[in-house]
T-cell receptor, first 109, second 116 residues
């Protein structure tokens, strides 16, 4: 069983729509969760961090965490073509980030 | 300074060569990491240093040898690599290993390694 699971995509949404990215994890001890964006050929860039159950909003991004369901998600509102990238979910498991496979997002103009 | 600097950006080496990758940060972070990333795959953790001591080695072959000379610098020494070791090698740092701060892990731009 994979430790961190994400739909690999590609997820295609039209410009201006809401993109919804999902992630499940197996380690119940995970306390903090990170979403990274990675453009092709570039290194991962941190876009959101969430620690508590519920929602956390930052600009067009909203992270949602449900520890009971071992589920974390990222919503991107008003998606832009520049949001086209791979989004990596990474729970902090015992002091190390374990990355999911990533979801490739494509925003069509 | 909020950057992690990795050098070189690209490296081509033969299977009998010895080379080193360098990573530097001046953010006062006390945890540093090496990750390996193959094409279309997520980053895979290789090593974790906490307060300049090796705290995690994810069963990495001995042809990869990490070194942390001081709190700002992390090296990865390479020897007798195989073509399948060709990948993007990423260095990251964080305030501490718990990573519970809002800053998470900061990644460098990586070294693209090709073993021929």
């Amino acid at each position: 069983q994979k430790e961190v699971e994400q739909n690999s995509g590609p997820l295609s949404v039209p410009e201006g729509a809401i993109a919804s990215l999902n992630c499940t994890y197996s380690d119940r001890g995970s306390q903090s969760f990170f979403w990274y964006r990675q453009y092709s050929g570039k290194s991962p860039e941190l876009i959101m961090f969430i620690y508590s159950n519920g929602d956390k909003e930052d600009g067009r991004f909203t992270a949602q965490l449900n520890k009971a369901s071992q589920y974390v998600s990222l919503l991107i509102r008003d998606s832009q073509p520049s949001d086209s990238a791979t989004y990596l979910c990474a729970p902090n498991q015992g002091g190390k980030l374990i990355f999911g496979q990533g979801t490739e997002l494509s925003v069509k103009p | 300074d909020t950057e992690v600097t990795q050098t070189p950006k690209h490296l081509v080496m033969g299977m009998t060569n010895k080379k080193s990758l360098k990573c530097e940060q001046h953010m006062g972070h006390r945890a540093m990491y090496w990750y390996k990333q193959k094409a279309k795959k997520p980053p895979e953790l290789m090593f974790v240093y906490s307060y300049e001591k090796l705290s995690i080695n994810e069963s990495v072959p001995s042809r990869f040898s990490p070194e942390c000379p001081n709190s700002s610098l992390l090296n990865l020494h390479l020897h007798a690599l195989q073509p399948e070791d060709s990948a993007l090698y990423l260095c990251a740092s964080s305030q501490d290993r718990r990573g519970t701060s809002n800053y998470g892990y900061t990644f460098g731009s990586g070294t693209r390694l090709t073993v021929v």
